[in-house]
Nanobody, 120 residues
């Protein structure tokens, strides 16, 4: 129904920057919310940032002022600009998209995850 393709993460030095993106495709009438979550080893998956269809955003306290989420509705794409990265940002980052489909109504989809490692 809905496919999500995430950009590759990577290895970044502390203080560095990285931009992730996630493209949604498939039977999509409308994209409601888009967001990023992350899961560090041995920990639960937690919210990083979300953005609504109207552009409203919310961020985890740990990334406020460093990360910026944005979306391009014409391209069904959500971005996560990560600046001033810290070792504690190391995790697998997952894209999450809530969409309306013609056959199943509201659908909550997850990307496969991309590894971001912050280390010197």
């Amino acid at each position: 129904q809905v496919q999500l393709v995430e950009s590759e993460g990577g290895l970044v030095q502390p203080g560095g920057s990285l931009r992730l993106y996630c493209v949604a495709s498939g039977s999509i009438l409308n994209i409601v919310d888009m967001g990023w979550y992350r899961q560090a080893p041995g920990k639960q998956r937690v919210l990083v940032a979300r953005i609504t269809a109207g552009g409203g955003t919310n961020y985890a306290d740990s990334v406020k002022g460093r990360f910026t989420i944005s979306r391009d509705n014409a391209k069904n794409t959500v971005y996560l600009q990560m600046n001033s990265l810290k070792p504690e940002d190391t995790a697998v980052y997952h894209c999450n998209v809530v969409v309306i489909t013609p056959t199943h109504g509201l659908v909550d989809s997850w990307g496969q995850g991309t590894q971001v490692t912050v280390s010197s």
